[in-house]
């Protein structure tokens, strides 16, 4: 079945420096993407969305890049602080015909090195 | 602003014991979502209603049952749990104009002993 994975399950970065966490996705008929994060014993977070009409999109500190062709999510934080860590999740939707669905990757344990 | 709103917040059932978890939002949406996380893996779609009088099967949809009951609730049941459905279950709602994607509740501990 169709699936979204993430490349890399853990990742330690350095406070103040730049993060990219890895997405693939496996569904060519899917037009939304979200980015999540999920901080210890609680709900996932809605970080950033984008849509399949775009390549790029950015927020506050945050951009997400998608690059169809390879079926490839990006999630960029920039200027790290202590309070990103936490786990990231991509999720995609596919709309069929009027019920849509949203499925996850398994998720990358981001953790920010004071 | 409540957003998505689970209840309870955590519970021990025993094998073969019945339950209804309980969600609800205030955010006018159309479609509801129930999810399980388990240990290191992603959320697992149970199953999800499109729009009031609506529900459909996710991945994981055996050994639980949904009701619509209103377009703001969305209630999950086990009839007799197992302990391979303890986990962590979240509830969802979002809407078809996809605005800040989908609002999640803050989840249920289930344990089945």
């Known amino acids: 079945g169709e699936s979204v994975g993430l490349h890399l399950p853990t990742l330690s970065v350095q406070e103040g420096d730049n993060s990219i966490i890895n997405c693939a996705y496996s569904?060519?008929?899917?037009?939304?993407f979200i980015w999540y994060k999920q901080e210890s014993g609680k709900g996932p977070q809605f970080i950033i969305d984008?849509?399949?009409?775009?390549d790029k999109r950015q927020g506050q500190r945050v951009t997400v890049l998608l690059n169809k062709t390879v079926k490839h999510l990006s999630l960029q934080i920039a200027a790290t602080q202590p309070g990103d860590s936490a786990v990231y999740f991509c999720?995609?939707?596919?709309?069929?015909?009027?019920?849509?669905?949203?499925?996850f990757g398994t998720g990358t344990r981001l953790t920010i090195i004071p | 602003n409540a957003g998505v709103t689970q209840t309870p917040k955590f519970q021990v059932l025993k094998t073969g014991q019945s339950m209804t978890l309980q969600c609800a939002q205030d955010?006018?949406?159309?479609?509801m979502y129930w999810y399980r996380q388990d240990p290191g893996m992603g959320l697992r779609l149970i199953y999800y209603?499109?729009?009031?009088?609506?529900?459909d099967k996710g991945e994981v949809p055996n050994g639980y049952n949904v009701s619509r009951l209103n377009k703001r609730e969305f209630s999950l049941r086990l009839e007799s749990a197992a302990p391979s459905q303890t986990s962590v279950y979240f509830c969802?709602?979002?809407?078809?104009?996809?605005?800040?994607?989908?609002?999640f509740g803050s989840g249920t501990r289930l344990t089945v002993v």
């Open positions: 209603s499109a729009s009031e009088g609506t529900t």
């Open positions: 984008i849509r399949s009409n775009m």
């Open positions: 969802a709602s979002g809407d078809r104009d996809r605005v800040y994607g989908y609002t």
């Open positions: 999720a995609e939707a596919t709309s069929n015909f009027g019920n849509e669905k949203l499925t």
């Open positions: 955010m006018n949406h159309n479609s």
């Open positions: 569904n060519s008929a899917s037009d939304y």
